[in-house]
């Protein structure tokens, strides 16, 4: 288990997933007699010509087919026997006109995706609902572990660290109040999710992880009760991890980097 993370913490160096997965988007199939498609392992892309995958389909649909693997193995689960259709649209409003929906989203069987999110956010998502796991009470956890298995290059433990050292960073016992957590700056939210998830996944196991994510009592109380710490020193113990595996331990975050944008995959 420890060997599978350390190797998804460094892809993420070396580069440098709310739905419940159940029911259709409202789809008809005129809509998308244009697009282009590719097959490939798990995975049938099909891909808005005006999308700027529509080039890359084939190595857009292996990569999906690869992550997809790797985040089951990280999740100690078998990467799932059906087939699943891949839908990537050009970013608009007008996918929602044609879903119903905000993008990303999964259903039972299909993804769909407009690329401002990176691969694995939704991927994992998806898996999390295949390992019979849904959305728990702490939106923290919730985002933490997509955002962690995303693939997108980053290394949010840098990325937390950097938030400790500029003072942007927003406490552990703040985090697991969902009202809070959603009035977070998206980029520190999403920095400070993973790199606690991973903090809780390295160090305790998957276990202990999902133990949080499905805890029905109040956050401190399921900090301290599972992790048997008061949560301030839980939070020490978290940075200086974080600290631990950041590219540059003395690294601040300036505005530019604090930006509440999503991440375009490249």
């Not at 119903?100 to 299909?110: A, Q, V």
């Not at 999390?128 to 997108?152: C, Q, T, W, Y």
């Not at 980053?154 to 003072?167: C, E, I, M, P, Q």
Request: proline residues 5%; hydrophobic residues 40%; negative net charge.
């Amino acid at each position: 288990m420890r060997r599978l993370f350390q190797a998804a913490i460094m892809a993420a160096m070396l580069t440098t997933v709310l739905s419940c997965g159940k029911g259709e988007p409202n789809f008809d199939p005129a809509n998308y007699k244009d697009w282009s498609k590719y097959s490939v392992g798990h995975f049938t892309t099909y891909c808005d010509p005006k999308s700027v995958w529509a080039s890359q389909l084939k190595e857009l649909t292996q990569g999906y087919d690869r992550f997809l693997i790797e985040i089951s193995a990280i999740l100690e689960m078998p990467a799932p026997e059906q087939h699943i259709d891949l839908y990537v649209y050009a970013p608009g409003p007008q996918n929602k006109e044609m879903t119903g929906r905000d993008l990303p989203f999964f259903t039972d069987s299909t993804i769909h995706w407009d690329g401002l999110y990176p691969y694995g956010y939704e991927i994992t998502k998806f898996l999390l609902a295949k390992k019979g796991i849904e959305p728990g009470k702490f939106r923290v956890m919730n985002e933490g572990v997509p955002h962690l298995l995303d693939f997108s290059g980053f290394n949010y433990h840098d990325k937390a660290n950097r938030l400790v050292n500029s003072g942007k960073f927003v406490g552990l016992a703040e985090l697991g109040d969902n009202a809070r957590f959603d009035s977070i700056a998206f980029s520190v939210r999403r920095a400070e999710s993973a790199s606690l998830c991973g903090y809780i996944m390295y160090n305790y196991g998957l276990e202990r992880l999902f133990m949080v994510w499905k805890s029905s009592v109040d956050w401190q109380r399921s900090i301290e009760t599972i992790f048997q710490l008061p949560i301030d020193d839980f939070e020490k113990q978290w940075i200086s991890f974080a600290r631990a595996n950041a590219i540059d331990s003395a690294g601040t975050m300036d505005n530019d980097t604090v930006k509440d944008v999503r991440i375009s995959v490249q």
